[in-house]
Every structure is written in C-alpha cells, then in structure tokens.
Nanobody, 116 residues
Framework: QVQLVESGGGLVQTGGSLRLSCTAS????????MAWFRQPPGKDREFVAS????????YYADSVKGRFTISRDIAKNTVYLQMNNLKLEDAAVYYC?????????WGQGTQVTVSS
C-alpha cells in the first residue's frame, strides 16, 4: 500500500520560512517524479514544484521561483519543500504527489497558514 505522509505545515508570519516534508512508502521512490501542489481556500489545486527522478531537474511555478526549493533524499524516501519569504498568498493546503508513467499518488495534505 502506497502512502505519502506530509508534515511541517503550520502558522508563520509573512517573510518567515517553513520546510515541508513528504515521506513515501510502498513505492520505489527513485522511480517517481515527486511534486508539491497547493490548494488555497476557495480555489483549485495548483502546481508548486516538481523534482524529476530521471535527471534531478526541478521546476517551479512562477509565483514561488526564487523563494521555494524542492529537494529529495533518496535514502529517506523523502521529498522536501523549503519555503522562504512566505507571503499571504502562499497560504494553502499543500499536497505531496508521486507520479510515474503508470500511476500517481497523493498525500493527505498539510496546512500552511500565513499571517501578517
């Protein structure tokens, strides 16, 4: 059974930082592209960042470029999202995603709240 378990969300002031973690089990971690998505209140889920398993390349939404960093620790089956200089508009439920050519999985989400 595949599980993606996120952690690290919480309440932070604007300009602050958080690091989200997503630990995967039940899948061959280095065969999956790992990504973070988020869903702000009342809005659709949107792409944030991805880490491609084949070559380690990373991609970011324009809104987070230069502030967020995605990374992967294969030994720990964990993907991270370092979020710096957080803005009010970054507040959302953040979801971890694992995707291969055959399937994809989602975590349960972790709440990030940003206050002014």
């Amino acid at each position: 059974q595949v599980q993606l378990v996120e952690s690290g969300g919480g309440l932070v002031q604007t300009g602050g930082s958080l690091r989200l973690s997503c630990t995967a089990s039940g899948l061959t971690f280095n065969q999956y592209t790992m990504a973070w998505f988020r869903q702000p209140p009342g809005k659709d889920r949107e792409f944030v960042a991805s880490h491609i398993h084949k070559d380690g390349s990373t991609y970011y939404a324009d809104s987070v470029k230069g502030r967020f960093t995605i990374s992967r620790d294969i030994a720990k089956n964990t993907v991270y999202l370092q979020m710096n200089n957080l803005k009010l508009e970054d507040a959302a439920v953040y979801y971890c995603n694992a995707r291969s050519t055959d399937d994809q999985y989602w975590g349960q989400g972790t709440q990030v709240t940003v206050s002014s």
